[in-house]
T-cell receptor, first 111, second 114 residues
Framework: GESVGLHLPTLSVQEGDNSIINCAYS??????FIWYKQESGKGPQFIID?????DKRQGQRVTVLLNKTVKHLSLQIAATQPGDSAVYFC??????????FGTGTLLAVQP | KAGVTQTPRYLIKTRGQQVTLSCSPI?????VSWYQQTPGQGLQFLFE???????NKGNFPGRFSGRQFSNSRSEMNVSTLELGDSALYLC?????????????FGDGTRLSIL
């Protein structure tokens, strides 16, 4: 089967620091990768995505890195703000015709 | 542009009952997917509908079913409710599908089974 795991269930950072959230996937045939942010009481919100033909993609204050060799995906948030506090999910598709979500990392931003 | 709307937001049912949840996708989106979210299992895919046809299905029992209407609105139904069906049910829409483009999620229906 296919699995997606996150390295840390909780990450605590100081406001202004950079945050890195990691994700590992199991199937080398996966070709689409996406990060979502979920705030309390709300549905997941799209942050950034990347396809397997790329290894880095940047958005506003966010960067996604894809290492296909070790099947690892990371989300970097620059200058983390209190509004970034949320649960972050990675999701992967392409191998099993389904979008598989990781279990989520809770990002806590300390003022 | 209005986002994905799910109704109702909260629902309390008892074991053995059935329930229908509703989802209105973003205008122009033809793909609607449903997910179950629980603290223990995370986000799990239920099914995807595209142009009124079920295109993909997750590993849930037949008690979970859905449908999509010609205006892309979707409903999911759970029959013979069990305590373990207590969860947040999320609907997500996208233009063409869930596997290679971002989905837009609603805020979910919180279903509690007593």
């Amino acid at each position: 089967g296919e699995s997606v795991g996150l390295h840390l269930p909780t990450l605590s950072v100081q406001e202004g620091d950079n945050s890195i959230i990691n994700c590992a996937y199991s199937n080398s045939a996966s070709d689409y990768f996406i990060w979502y942010k979920q705030e309390s009481g709300k549905g997941p919100q799209f942050i950034i995505d990347i396809r397997s033909n790329m290894d880095k993609r940047q958005g506003q204050r966010v960067t996604v890195l894809l290492n296909k060799t070790v099947k690892h995906l990371s989300l970097q948030i620059a200058a983390t703000q209190p509004g970034d506090s949320a649960v972050y999910f990675c999701a992967v598709s392409g191998a099993t015709n389904k979008l598989i979500f990781g279990t989520g990392t809770l990002l806590a931003v300390q003022p | 542009k209005a986002g994905v709307t799910q109704t109702p937001r909260y629902l309390i049912k008892t074991r053995g009952q059935q329930v229908t949840l509703s989802c209105s996708p973003i205008s122009g989106h033809r793909s609607v997917s449903w997910y179950q979210q629980t603290p223990g299992q995370g986000l799990q895919f239920l099914f995807e509908y595209f142009s009124e046809t079920q295109r993909n299905k997750g590993n849930f029992p037949g008690r979970f079913s859905g449908r999509q209407f010609s205006n892309s609105r979707s409903e999911m139904n759970v029959s013979t409710l069990e305590l373990g069906d207590s969860a947040l049910y999320l609907c997500a829409s996208s233009v063409q599908g869930a596997l290679d483009q971002p989905q837009h999620f609603g805020d979910g229906t919180r279903l509690s089974i007593l």
